[in-house]
């Protein structure tokens, strides 16, 4: 089984601090993903990643940086923590040639709270 | 308007009925369809895909129409372990997934 591993399953920060949230998957996936889900608003994509140093922006990047320096691990970075970045953040990958090809498989998400 | 849009729901639906979820998406060079299940305060996990001739596993039919950009998914007999939201999710060409926000389904005894 593909396993996705985000480090954090909880995280409460203040205002302003810098925040740093990992995922690491086992399966040689080419492609990562991070977005966040919030209540009647659904999953939006934040950014993603089709290979390793790439990167592209998804539909909500403001207020978020990724890296990804290697193949198996995505992080994304909130510079300055706002309240308004209080959500679940939902990490994914997916490999683009078969078996599986174009299935997202996710972590099991951190629940993140800005004080 | 969202690039995909699925019906609000909530449904509630007692054991053994069927039940049919609508998605519509507005890009017409998407590639790729999947409904995912995801239960409360837990990861979506894949449901199944959908094919253009339509596909079946076991209780669940899923089918595409691409002239009306239209999915659907059909819960038949349903069981108390199918209650979770249902999540429609389409794959441009260009490789980005968008999701719907979403139907939930609660089977009732």
């Known amino acids: 089984d593909v396993k996705v591993t985000q480090s954090s399953r909880y995280l409460v920060k203040r205002t302003g601090e810098k925040v740093f949230l990992e995922c690491v998957q086992d399966m040689d996936h080419e492609n990562m993903f991070w977005y966040r889900q919030d209540p009647g608003l659904g999953l939006r994509l934040i950014y993603f990643?089709?290979?390793?140093?790439?990167?592209e922006k998804g539909d909500i990047p403001e207020g978020y940086s990724v890296s990804r320096e290697k193949k198996e691990r995505f992080s994304l970075i909130l510079e300055s923590a706002s309240t308004n970045q209080t959500s679940m953040y939902l990490c994914a990958s997916r490999r683009t040639g078969p078996p599986g090809a174009n299935v997202l498989t996710f972590g099991a998400g951190s629940r993140l709270t800005v004080l | 308007r969202k690039e995909v849009e699925q019906d609000p729901g909530p449904f509630n639906v007692p054991e053994g009925a069927t039940v049919a979820f609508n998605c519509t998406y507005s890009?017409?060079?998407?590639?790729?369809f999947f409904w995912y299940r995801q239960d409360c305060r837990k990861e979506p996990k894949l449901l199944m895909s959908v094919y253009s001739s339509g596909n079946e596993d076991g209780r669940f039919t899923a089918q595409l129409n691409r002239a009306s950009q239209y999915i659907s998914l059909l819960i038949r007999d349903s069981k108390l372990s199918d209650s979770a939201t249902y999540l429609c999710v389409v794959r441009s060409n260009a490789g980005k997934s968008t999701f719907g926000d979403g139907t939930t389904l609660t089977v009732k005894p």
């Open positions: 990643s089709y290979d390793v140093k790439m990167k």
């Open positions: 890009n017409s060079a998407s590639q790729s």
